[in-house]
């Protein structure tokens, strides 16, 4: 034995060598039993490590008693590289118990079977799972000195899968039979059934017209179902999604299913965050979306008094009120070389007055005869033509558009007004996103944040809560990806500037969370999440009115203004009749006065 020994161990090294030029290791473990006589060994191993050495891949030696210890060597390593020699039956045992506790897919191994008991065949037909091997878990085996190696990996960690890989010789080295990356050759689960936990009455689903509802991710499901060949068995339905309590140390809803691993797979879509990392394992983010403070269409309706000067940008109005008084100021040069006698003061607040006049529609009361002066009063009159046609389109048109008076448009100002309280989706992050913030923002929000047993259980409750209070808001996701839900009043929609990432999420450190990522990122570049996303929503315009007559209450600001332009021309009305009458009185009395002194003359 001790000959065949040493003679099968020099036929390993030229196929050890191929295999780190192969994956590119920088250093190898080599591991083996205790059973085995400790000079032999010394002497094998002697001369597997001088020749990697080499080859510039550095190595030492331990048991497999000392797996665990291995970490010391390797723990500046992502993945290490293991060289499993197993030489008897006893080698099986030993291996097998020092892999029970450890993470097979933590590294990379090569297991060589070195010489074959008579009874059983172990590295042809390995009884069960031997040696705790996973999905994900990369080993290769050779069986003594054969020429083909082979791949073996466990679905249901109930026994091995076995696939040949490449085959080996001295002449041309490694050739491989199956594609090099690892989901490329593993896609087939073969009916595989997942453990999957739901969400009750989760965003994202849509009741189509046969009354079922049809969900995003279980659409992306069923593809991923037809293309890797497992299926799901839902195990448990969660009231919501979950978030983590402090108090009582632990996670609730779907997510403390997967923590607890009473379940494999969550068929609902979470946002990520980073405490949520450290309790599942998220795939890619199936896509992202906006955030939205929604509140309950406001009552009243109208125009700003500021909109009356909305209708032209400032830039305009500044440049109508230098023609103004550019204009009251150039037009005093020809009414003095005309030969108006009068002050350059009363002169400047005549041409006022008259300019003034023209803008308000009004004619003169002297046109003078100068053609200098026609030109001029022609050419202000054809710009305030244009000036009130262009002004009453622009004002109509702001009058005949439908807006809204909102109590605040943006979270900030949210903030600032706290005129509304703030609910969330219970369960959710959204809750921990304000909680857990050390943002003073945050923590402002959390002031207005409703008692969590006061908080909505799903969508749909939620807009039945601030249909019934006017002073509540709810932040949700983009209601684009919301549809068919029966809204029981008017809404409108703030941008926050938030976007939320969503992803599915497996149970913590599950073998199965590389496949479907990969799966999903195919999914991505051939179209078929589009597809799902197109044939499962139809988008819903949240727009609250397109076409709609102006309500009274909209008018008031206008009816305003003009009644205080007719009230304040009555009172100038009524001051300058009262001038008149008593220029008028005053004038008669002082012709009398002349009258009489004229005849006491005579």
């Known amino acids: 034995m001790l000959y065949e020994l040493h003679f099968i161990g020099d036929q390993q090294i030229p196929l050890i060598i191929d295999i780190c030029k192969l994956n590119g290791p920088r250093s190898a473990i080599f591991l083996y039993s205790e059973s085995i006589k400790e000079m032999e060994m010394k002497t094998m191993m002697f001369k597997w490590m001088r020749a990697l050495s080499r080859e510039g891949v550095a190595s030492t030696k331990l048991h497999f008693s000392q797996l665990h210890e291995s970490s010391y060597y390797v723990k500046e ?58 999905f994900n878990s990369e080993m290769l085996v050779r069986c003594g000195t054969e020429n083909i190696l082979r791949e073996w990996y466990s679905i249901d960690t109930n026994r091995i899968e076995i696939m040949d890989v490449a085959t080996w010789n001295l002449d041309k080295g490694i050739t491989k039979m199956v594609p090099d990356f690892l989901y490329e050759r593993r896609y087939n689960l073969q009916g595989f059934i997942m453990k999957a936990v739901t969400v009750k009455s989760s965003s994202f689903t849509n009741v189509k017209k046969d009354g079922v509802s049809y969900s995003m991710y279980r659409e992306i499901f069923r593809e991923l179902c037809v293309t890797l060949n ?40 979470f946002s990520i965050t980073s405490a949520r990392l450290n309790a599942v394992d998220f795939t890619h983010p199936v896509f992202k979306t906006k955030n939205f403070l929604v509140i309950r269409e406001p009552e009243k309706f109208g125009i700003k008094w500021s909109s009356y000067f909305q209708t032209f940008t400032n830039t305009v109005w500044i440049a109508i009120l230098g023609i103004l008084m550019t204009a009251s100021i150039l037009l005093i040069f020809p009414k003095i070389k005309s030969g108006i006698d009068r002050k350059i003061g009363y002169l400047f607040i005549d041409n006022f007055m008259e300019i003034w006049g023209i803008f308000c529609q009004q004619g003169l009361a002297d046109f003078s005869g100068g053609l200098s002066l026609r030109i001029t009063y022609f050419s202000i009159f054809l710009l305030v033509t244009v000036l009130s046609a262009a002004y009453s389109a622009s004002l109509i048109s702001l009058l005949t558009s439908f807006s809204l008076i909102l109590p605040f448009d943006s979270f900030e100002s949210f903030v600032k007004e706290g005129t509304h309280r703030l609910t969330v989706i219970r369960g959710t992050a959204d809750y921990d996103k304000f909680a857990n913030s050390a943002d003073p923002l945050s923590k402002n929000v959390m002031k207005l944040m409703l008692e969590e047993e006061k908080l909505p259980l799903n ?31 008017n809404v409108v929609r703030i941008a926050t500037g938030d976007v939320t990432n969503f992803a599915l999420i497996l149970s913590k450190h599950n073998p199965f969370t590389g496949i479907i990522n990969f799966q999903l990122q195919k999914f991505l570049k051939n179209g078929i999440m589009h597809r799902i996303k197109d044939s499962t929503f139809k988008k819903k315009s949240f727009h609250i009115m397109n076409y709609q007559p102006v309500p009274l209450i909209s008018l008031i600001s206008l009816l305003m203004l003009i009644l205080t332009g007719i009230i304040f021309s009555i009172c100038i009305l009524i001051i300058e009749k009262f001038i008149f009458v008593r220029k008028t009185k005053k004038r008669s009395i002082v012709n009398e006065e002349e009258m009489h002194h004229i005849s006491s003359i005579k």
Not at 105 to 120: D, G, P
Not at 236 to 248: F, L, T
Request: aromatic share 14%; net charge negative; with cysteine.
């Open 77 to 134: 390593i992502a993945r290490p590289y293991y060289i499993a020699l197993i030489s008897n039956f006893n080698a099986i045992n030993e291996f097998s118990l020092a892999t029970n506790t450890f993470d097979m897919s933590s590294a990379v191994w090569l297991v060589i079977f070195i010489y074959e008991e008579n009874s059983t065949d172990y590295c042809h037909n390995p009884p069960g799972n031997i040696f705790h091997l996973r």
């Open 230 to 269: 497992f299926s799901l068995e839902i195990v448990s339905e969660a009231e919501e999604y979950g978030r983590w309590n402090p108090e009582e140390k632990s996670w609730t809803g779907a997510i403390a299913e997967l923590y607890a691993g009473r379940a494999d797979i969550s068929l609902s879509g």
């Open 459 to 489: 969508v749909q409750e939620g807009f039945k809560n601030i249909c019934k209070n006017r002073n509540l808001a709810i932040y949700l996701l983009d209601q684009d990806y919301i549809v068919n839900l029966k809204i029981p009043c």
